[in-house]
T-cell receptor, first 114, second 110 residues
Framework: KAGVTQTPRYLIKTRGQQVTLSCSPI?????VSWYQQTPGQGLQFLFE???????NKGNFPGRFSGRQFSNSRSEMNVSTLELGDSALYLC?????????????FGPGTRLTVT | QKEVEQNSGPLSVPEGAIASLNCTYS??????FFWYRQYSGKSPELIMS????GDKEDGRFTAQLNKASQYVSLLIRDSQPSDSATYLC??????????FGTGTRLLVSP
């Protein structure tokens, strides 16, 4: 089975711009979660989507948004980029069935804001 | 108090020794517990999950869970230099969010 894929892998943007990141989950997985990883804060939960609905949201400003499509692929968008948004953005997919909820991560998108 | 706490390390062990990594969590409603390994510059890789009290073994890895003490641990037997990485403890809280600790850096010396 193919793993979680994320595009693009690297991105350089300027302050004030917006960015869209994409995630394709493992085939059959309907849940996609997004995380931000920085050296100072570690892995921080952004949001989770399941069957096109946002199930959970972390403590991030409204500039961070996401969506999920009917094929379970997900996108996250960050508007009005700030320098502090520079981070590794990770998405993880899980099947969310049978009471087990193991999440598998994609390779991440490294975003640099200048 | 952080939701999931780990000692940042580094934890240094010689090759062939047992590495013991520990994690405590604050939400008593937590039901699912995970250990991830992350190599520098890579994304986290799931190595163990545990859902009930006791031990769970998978190859050289053993996860231990004690819900009464709100404590999860990971033992790595016969540690190898290739095990050198950051180990992240993750807890699915009662609010159904997966919360990560900041990770423990493990260094296995030949």
């Amino acid at each position: 089975k193919a793993g979680v894929t994320q595009t693009p892998r690297y991105l350089i943007k300027t302050r004030g711009q917006q960015v869209t990141l994409s995630c394709s989950p493992i085939s059959g997985h309907r849940s996609v979660s997004w995380y931000q990883q920085t050296p100072g804060q570690g892995l921080q939960f952004l949001f989770e989507y399941f069957s096109e609905t946002q199930r959970n949201k972390g403590n991030f400003p409204g500039r961070f948004s996401g969506r999920q499509f009917s094929n379970s692929r997900s996108e996250m968008n960050v508007s009005t980029l700030e320098l502090g948004d520079s981070a590794l953005y990770l998405c993880a997919s899980s099947s969310r069935t049978g009471g087990f909820d193991e999440q598998y991560f994609g390779p991440g998108t490294r975003l640099t804001v200048t | 108090q952080k939701e999931v706490e780990q000692n940042s390390g580094p934890l240094s062990v010689p090759e062939g020794a047992i590495a013991s990594l520990n994690c405590t969590y604050s939400d008593r409603g937590s039901q699912s517990f995970f250990w991830y390994r992350q190599y520098s510059g890579k994304s986290p890789e799931l190595i163990m999950s545990i859902y009930s009290n006791g031990d769970k073994e998978d190859g050289r890895f053993t996860a231990q869970l004690n819900k009464a003490s709100q404590y999860v641990s990971l033992l790595i037997r016969d540690s190898q230099p290739s095990d050198s990485a950051t180990y992240l403890c993750a807890v699915k809280t009662g609010f159904q969010k997966l919360v990560f600790g900041t990770g423990t850096r493990l260094l296995v010396s030949p």
